[in-house]
């Protein structure tokens, strides 16, 4: 199931500097993204979420933008910092509900 | 805040025993999932439930899986016979209304390990 990919496996950024995080999705029927957050040995923590009637989505260091016509999101945390580093996971719900994740994206912050 | 907890947090055992993972929601969600993550590879949806029935089940939940919420405030994964296939971590979610418009909140996860 690749309706949600994410292509880059690793991201590593110098601390204070912008993270940018890419999603790519094929479903032209999502119409609602999730990015979250996951440290070792713990679940996926919550972070960010767009509906497609937006196309920015801001909250403190984390905004996401959506581009729909490229269906295609992207999370920019600014600036990053080296408790950031985790790895990041966007999803959508398909219209049942069910949660469909990407790859993921491993992101290290570096003092 | 309130959180969803999952326990064990490790389980060992042996191929073709009976396993049973232990999930306690957030109070006033209404809906639950189970997902899973093998080992280097994506999160993936097992099942979500609500109302007590199941509303939805991807192809890995087939007929050796189960789900209950015996009570008012656990939510049980039953894997009848363990294949050394069903080694992951599996996470236990819930949210307030449908995943459409509402995020899930998950727990920390049960480390399965089938030998």
């Known amino acids: 199931d690749q309706q949600v990919k994410q292509n880059s496996p690793s991201l590593s950024v110098q601390e204070g500097r912008i993270s940018i995080l890419n999603c790519d999705y094929t479903?032209?029927?999502?119409?609602?993204f999730l990015w979250y957050k996951k440290y070792p040995a713990e679940g996926p923590t919550f972070l960010i979420s767009?509906?497609?009637?937006?196309d920015k989505n801001e909250d403190g260091r984390f905004t996401v933008f959506l581009n729909k016509s490229a269906k295609h999101l992207s999370l920019h945390i600014v600036p990053s910092q080296p408790g950031d580093s985790a790895v990041y996971f966007c999803?959508?719900?398909?219209?049942?509900?069910?949660?469909?994740f990407g790859q993921g994206t491993e992101l290290s912050v570096k003092p | 805040e309130p959180e969803v907890t999952q326990t064990p947090s490790h389980q060992v055992t042996q191929m073709g025993q009976e396993v049973i993972l232990r999930c306690v929601p957030i109070?006033?969600?209404?809906?639950f999932y189970w997902y899973r993550q093998i080992l280097g590879q994506k999160v993936e949806f097992l099942v979500s439930?609500?109302?007590?029935?199941?509303?939805?089940k991807s192809e890995i939940f087939d007929d050796q899986f189960s789900v209950e919420r015996p009570d008012g405030s656990n939510f049980t994964l039953k894997i009848r016979s363990t294949k050394l296939e069903d080694s992951a971590m599996y996470f236990c979610?819930?949210?307030?209304?449908?995943?459409?418009?509402?995020?899930?909140?998950f727990g920390n996860g049960t480390r399965l390990t089938v030998t």
């Open positions: 439930f609500y109302n007590n029935e199941i509303s939805e």
């Open positions: 979610a819930s949210s307030p209304r449908r995943a459409n418009n509402s995020p899930l909140h």
């Open positions: 767009i509906s497609s009637i937006k």
């Open positions: 109070s006033n969600h209404l809906y």
């Open positions: 479903n032209s029927m999502f119409d609602y």
């Open positions: 999803a959508a719900p398909n219209q049942g509900g069910k949660l469909i």
